[in-house]
């Protein structure tokens, strides 16, 4: 079993639509927890941490729940630009500095 | 620009040959990784430093694999006697060790065996 897991979609939709990203780890160890977003042909970018209380950043909102060890990104009122593939990254914490990611999900955000 | 640099950006190699790619991340951040990526996969973790203690490797980094980061500043990757399944992004990224979650990435290293 991965230790992340992510649907690699494509999720096709339509500019303005409202989309869900879902995402589980299996180490319960793990302690931080984010999603990077990656560009076509680019380099991965932090977009945002997962926090339990859960985190809005704009149009973005990112939820994690640990008893299920789930996370989530949802994306509101979606630009073109938000067209990318959005990785889930989990890490361990303390010595344990590598991040380890999902294969990603790739969204397509059409006019 | 103070990013993450990489050098070369892309390397075409024949099996069995030896490769070495270079990394120099931002200036301040005593963390540095290194990554391989490869299509519809997101990036798996090889080995880090902490300035220029290896810390960490992965099982992944078979011993073809060696990496160093002699003067707690750049580091390099090499691969020796390279397969064909080695075809891949290396990527590099570095951090703060107090912030390590936030990495950042360079360009990448793209590298095809022949």
């Known amino acids: 079993r991965k230790e992340v897991e992510q649907d690699p979609g494509p999720f096709n939709v339509p500019e303005g639509a409202t989309v869900a990203f879902n995402c589980t780890y299996s180490n319960s160890a793990s302690q931080s927890f984010f999603w990077y977003r990656q560009d076509c042909r680019k380099e991965p970018k932090l977009l945002m941490s997962v926090y339990s209380s859960g985190n809005e950043d704009g149009r973005f909102t990112a939820q994690l729940n640990r008893a299920s060890q789930y996370i989530s990104l949802l994306i509101r009122d979606s630009k073109l630009s938000d067209s990318a593939t959005y990785l889930c990254?989990?890490?361990?914490?303390?010595?344990?500095?590598?991040?380890?990611f999902g294969k990603g999900t790739k969204l397509s955000v059409k006019p | 620009d103070t990013g993450v640099s990489q050098d070369p950006r892309h390397k075409i190699t024949k099996r069995g040959q030896n490769v070495t790619f270079r990394c120099d991340p931002i200036?301040?951040?005593?963390?540095l990784y290194w990554y391989r990526q490869t299509l519809g996969q997101g990036p798996e973790f090889l080995t880090y430093?902490?300035?220029?203690?290896?810390?960490?490797k992965s099982r992944l980094l078979s011993d073809r694999f060696s990496a160093e980061r002699p003067k707690g500043s750049f580091s390099t990757l090499e691969i020796q006697r390279t397969e064909q399944g080695d075809s891949a992004m290396y990527l590099c990224?570095?951090?703060?060790?107090?912030?390590?979650?936030?990495?950042?990435f360079g360009p990448g290293t793209r590298l095809t065996v022949t």
């Open positions: 200036s301040e951040h005593n963390r």
């Open positions: 990254v989990v890490n361990y914490g303390g010595s344990q500095g590598n991040l380890i």
């Open positions: 990224a570095s951090s703060l060790v107090e912030s390590s979650y936030e990495q950042y």
């Open positions: 430093f902490q300035n220029e203690a290896q810390l960490e």
